[in-house]
DNA sequence: AATTCGGGGCT
DNA sequence: AGCCCAGAATT
């Protein structure tokens, strides 16, 4: 360990004894805990996911799944309620797979490696397991961390990059001590939480900014860089609401477990330029238009124009077998089965 | 090494 | 509307 990194170290973890974040509720205050469990848990929620939101969601999550054990044996029908608006849904199949492989091996890894064999689980979560979760050395790459050292060494180039996060990882490993390593974790994502923050970075509070290039230069808000991003193409559809004539029930579907909102309970959605001709086959007589819905995911933009139509006992057993895994639920049902922020705001033009 | 995948919140 | 957020998996 050189000089330079027991100073940047020592100087963030003074400042995290001060300042930091000690009161998140998937940190453990009883060292060593055995368990990795909740910081495993936490490590998933959080993936793209801002601490604010999580903190919407684990409590919850872990009262109904408190160990590994439990959320093995759940059915994914028994889980997805508990994720349904956090996004990322991939994300919760993978901690419920993983929870069963975890299960069926006996034990939790304990090595690096052992956790990136975990479906769901890349380099940075496995550092952060190994850290926070198992009290090991552990290295980790998050928007934070990126954010503080290109900052601290002024690295330039885009840093999504392979050389540029090549270089961040090389830069990471050393300036990450063994001592008080899952302390050093929490202070690196802390400082960029807190204060590195990418917009109105707190300077003059940073423990570290006598040495920090970007502050020197009085280039803070140019790193870390990036490429331009591309504009998100737009796609317009149709949410067909298929109103029961007698029970006034809606025909919902669960979405195949790959691909956007995988596992979830959703209207039906069909492309615009369809709908005429699924109209058609099922002889439905058209139904009023509700007032359309935008929803921005990260790849694309959807609007979404929801459309009701009533259908008669002879038209809904159509209906059902023409639409894979559906069932007819009333608006409580649906909610509890769990839905996507974007279903959240048809039902809220219903 | 580069591209794809894929939700939500905040300003 | 644009940007950010405790990235992973695939090609």
């Known amino acids: 360990m050189t000089d330079q990194s027991a100073d940047f170290a020592t100087r963030l973890l003074d400042w995290f004894d001060q300042h930091g974040r000690h009161d998140l509720p998937w940190q453990v205050r009883d060292y060593p805990d055995k368990h990795p469990y909740k910081v495993w848990v936490s490590e998933i929620m959080l993936q793209q996911t801002q601490v604010k939101t999580v903190l919407?969601?684990?409590?919850?999550?872990?009262?109904?799944?408190?160990?590994?054990?439990?959320?093995?044996?759940?059915?994914?029908?028994?889980?997805?309620?508990?994720?349904?608006?956090?996004?990322?849904?991939?994300?919760?199949?993978?901690?419920?797979?993983?929870?069963?492989?975890?299960?069926?091996?006996?034990?939790?890894?304990?090595?690096?490696?052992?956790?990136?064999?975990?479906?769901?689980?890349?380099?940075?979560?496995?550092?952060?397991?190994?850290?926070?979760?198992?009290?090991?050395?552990?290295?980790?790459?998050?928007?934070?961390?990126?954010?503080?050292?290109?900052?601290?060494?002024?690295?330039?180039?885009?840093?999504?990059?392979?050389?540029?996060?090549?270089?961040?990882?090389?830069?990471?490993?050393?300036?990450?001590?063994?001592?008080?390593?899952?302390?050093?974790?929490?202070?690196?994502m802390d400082l960029g939480a807190t204060l590195c923050t990418s917009k109105k970075p707190l300077c003059l509070y940073c423990p570290v900014r006598e040495d920090c290039k970007a502050y020197q230069q009085n280039r803070v808000l140019e790193f870390p860089q990036k490429k331009a991003a591309?504009?998100?193409?737009?796609?317009?559809?149709?949410?067909i609401i298929i109103e029961h004539e007698q029970t006034g029930q809606w025909l919902w579907q669960q979405r195949p477990s790959e691909g956007l909102w995988g596992g979830l309970y959703c209207l039906p959605i069909v492309e615009q330029t369809e709908l005429a001709a699924f109209q058609a086959q099922f002889s439905l007589t058209t139904g009023c238009s509700l007032p359309t819905v935008k929803h921005s995911f990260t790849h694309f933009s959807w609007f979404l124009t929801p459309q009701v139509f009533k259908v008669n006992a002879a038209q809904?057993?159509?209906?059902?077998?023409?639409?894979?895994?559906?069932?007819?639920?009333?608006?409580?049902?649906?909610?509890?089965?769990?839905?996507?922020?974007?279903?959240?705001?048809?039902?809220?033009q219903c």
């Open 56 to 188: 919407n969601y684990f409590d919850r999550f872990m009262q109904r799944f408190p160990s590994v054990e439990s959320l093995a044996q759940a059915s994914w029908d028994d889980v997805a309620p508990y994720w349904a608006g956090l996004g990322y849904y991939a994300r919760a199949r993978n901690l419920h797979k993983a929870a069963q492989q975890v299960v069926a091996q006996g034990s939790f890894p304990h090595t690096l490696e052992g956790w990136m064999a975990l479906s769901g689980i890349g380099r940075s979560t496995a550092g952060a397991l190994m850290s926070l979760g198992l009290q090991q050395y552990g290295v980790i790459m998050d928007g934070n961390v990126k954010r503080v050292l290109s900052r601290h060494q002024a690295i330039a180039g885009d840093s999504m990059s392979s050389p540029v996060v090549a270089q961040l990882w090389q830069l990471a490993t050393v300036l990450t001590p063994v001592q008080r390593n899952a302390d050093y974790t929490q202070a690196i």
């Open 230 to 239: 591309k504009a998100t193409p737009v796609k317009h559809a149709v949410v």
């Open 316 to 348: 809904h057993d159509a209906l059902q077998h023409y639409f894979a895994a559906s069932q007819w639920l009333d608006k409580q049902q649906a909610m509890d089965k769990g839905l996507p922020k974007a279903m959240l705001k048809v039902l809220g």
